[in-house]
């Protein structure tokens, strides 16, 4: 799994011109699935996630989690994380798991992140054409992926 985090003051989804969702101060993820993830790997990535001190302190030091700013999180499924542009320049997206596989597991990892902060995740809607805006606070953006746990 690999995880695209970013730090927002806001962020939305809109699906067909109508507003589908939308936070405040918190952390956007998208979130891209391959076949050989698992349930270790959403615990993995959702310990990290609520955990990831990306927010300034009173010195303006990144020193806070999550829990700590009472952040809002949203979370998005987006297959082109895992692009591969090894040959030509049309993006190939074979590891990628199909939606039988990822649906579930990013239904799973959404409900793990709501259990581990204890309030709701708002999200896209799952293989839908979607309008994500977002205003990213830094910029602080991190890639988490969970086959290259550094």
Known sequence: MRLLIQRVSRASVGINNSLHSSIGKGLLVLVGIEEADGQEDIDWLTGKLVRLRIFDDENGVMNLDLGQVKGEVMIVSQFTLHASTKKGNRP????????AISRPMYERFVAAVEQATGSRVATGVFGADMQVELVNDGPVTIWIDSRNRE
């Open 92 to 99: 190939s997206y074979f590891r990628a798991a199909p939606e």
